[in-house]
């Protein structure tokens, strides 16, 4: 019996067997839980990604269209799960994450708002608004974990998609300290840098992905998601019940070291 048994999990930001969502998606399944999956901007890629999960009592699991800046998507989500047989969630999975080219890479100095508000708009506050839509399923409690990329330090090319995170953060223990008297935990995973499309799509990111491999106590598997999504899965879980407002690394412990060892001749 999996420490999911009988539970309903959304999980956004699937979009190809690469996506951290997907091996969420993929472990929750393994543990014993109903998935339900969200998509944006391309719904077919992920209802064909869906495909590739484990069997289960959804074969493929239901995928519904969610643009988490959208109002009226949000104001729907509840209904559409419903009408695949979700009349309750037990656990809701922030993989969500978006900036334009303009805020990374290294031109931090020159991003306009607009594209700051974006930014913040797709990986901050959708935090609260993904949470707040899923909040009339979620009357009997339940779980909310979110994927982080450390934001207590300034890296290279991250940019504003750092300080997006660093909302993120916030985000999160703000949420905890308002949902937990409705037995609502939430939490976050900050996971190392893996070989997603969104990692591919900042310029120069391979600069982390080579340094993170060495410095890490532990080392560090970059086409490797199993460490973070077990995680995702454990604080999902009721293995859980007393932990809110928490940012569990997931990284090799790269996080704890301040640089890499030179080694001793």
Known sequence: MGILEGKRILVTGVLTDASIGFHVA??????GARVALTAYPRPTLTQRTAKRLPSGPDDPPPVIELDVTSTADLDALAGRLREHGFD??????HAIGFAPQSALGGTFLDTPWEDVATALHASTYSLKSLTMACLP???QGGSVVGLDFDATKAW???DWMGVAKAGLESCAR???KYLGPKNIRVNLVSAGPLATMAAKSIPGFGGLTEMWPQAAPLGWDIKDS???ARAVVALLSDWFPATTGEIVHVD???HAVGAPDPGLD
């Open 26 to 31: 993929r472990v929750a399944q393994e543990e």
């Open 88 to 93: 309750r969630l037990d656990g809701v999975v």
């Open 137 to 139: 399923l979620m009357e």
């Open 156 to 158: 290279p090319v991250y």
């Open 174 to 176: 703000y949420l905890a």
């Open 226 to 228: 199993e460490p973070t």
């Open 252 to 254: 090799g412990g790269l």
